[in-house]
């Protein structure tokens, strides 16, 4: 497989599609604005005007957008990826959305001969960068299997988690995890602040102990020096959290830690603060 259509140009599609670039791959790109593309353009990308342009006669297509109702407008209807992809082609949406949806897609890309994954990616725009995502993928196993190449560009970590909805239903598991980390790690700073320990010192202390996880290695220092710059969206991790509670629920699990995590989000997005990282949860404890 040569011919990539990637739709969805942000945060960490951009760096995504540069990767499959470097590896080889023709990207075809669509974005909603078209200005976002113009890195991978200037790069050699093809730009096409539509999603149905972006996902007619390519071996794969890549979706990586915002919401679930983003997902649903690029795969279904007249100009969607299901009635413009080519018989045969894998469909790969990479966006973290709802495994209802995920299973929907799967169903309706088979019945056009289609191949549909859903791979949901962790490792924020520095993994994205780095080529060094963890991507979770459901489907079929000769599916995943067939499209190793294409993973393999973007991330180091992948795995294969089963039927269709699967890699959605690991991404929420993953999400769940995080939303208690990265709050314990905006308490732990925000105890070291105003107890008057130097932060950083703090953070290297037990960052290598018990203590220690991604959310503290890298956005503890973020949250320590103010720097709010979104390596993944506020807003985004609240849509997260909130499909992981709707699937807890459908089953009669209670999460009250995601449930209270996702309050406090919401909270900074009602001040504004929805279009930040999530490292800005530390803003939450300020007094």
């Not at 993973?151 to 929420?172: C, D, L, P, W």
């Not at 020096?225 to 959290?241: C, L, R, T």
Request: net charge neutral; hydrophobic share 40%.
């Amino acid at each position: 497989m040569k011919k990539i259509g990637f739709i969805g140009i942000g945060v960490m599609g951009s760096a995504m599609a540069l990767n499959l670039m470097k590896k080889g791959f023709e990207v075809s790109v669509y974005t909603r604005t078209k200005s976002k593309a113009d890195k991978l353009i200037s790069q050699g990308a093809q730009w096409c005007g539509s999603v149905g342009e972006c996902a007619r006669n390519k071996d794969a297509v890549i979706t990586i957008v915002g919401y679930p109702k983003d997902v649903e407008e690029v795969y279904f209807g007249e100009n969607g990826i299901i009635e413009n992809a080519k018989e045969g082609s894998y469909i790969i949406d990479m966006t973290t959305t709802s495994p209802k949806l995920s299973e929907r897609i799967f169903e309706a890309a088979a019945a056009k001969g289609l191949k549909a994954l859903d791979a949901p990616v962790s490792g924020g725009d520095i993994g994205a960068e780095k080529g060094t995502l963890a991507i979770m993928v459901g489907g079929r196993k000769e599916d995943f299997d067939a499209c190793a190449d294409i993973f393999g560009a973007m991330g180091t970590n992948i795995r294969y988690e089963g039927k269709a909805g699967s890699g959605q239903h690991v991404k929420m598991a993953n999400q769940i995890a995080i939303a208690g980390t990265v709050c314990g790690v905006a308490e732990a700073v925000s105890y070291a602040k105003v107890m008057g320990v130097d932060v950083n010192i703090m953070l290297d202390t037990i960052s290598s102990g018990a203590a220690g996880s991604w959310q503290m290695s890298n956005n503890g220092p973020k949250m320590a020096s103010g720097d709010y710059a979104p390596g993944f969206f506020i807003k985004h991790f609240i849509k997260d959290m909130k499909i992981a509670d709707e699937e807890a629920l459908s089953k009669g699990l209670s999460l009250t830690v995601l449930e209270d995590v996702c309050a406090k989000f919401k909270e900074l997005e009602s001040k504004g603060m929805g279009d930040l990282g999530t490292q800005a949860i530390i803003e939450y404890y300020k007094k």
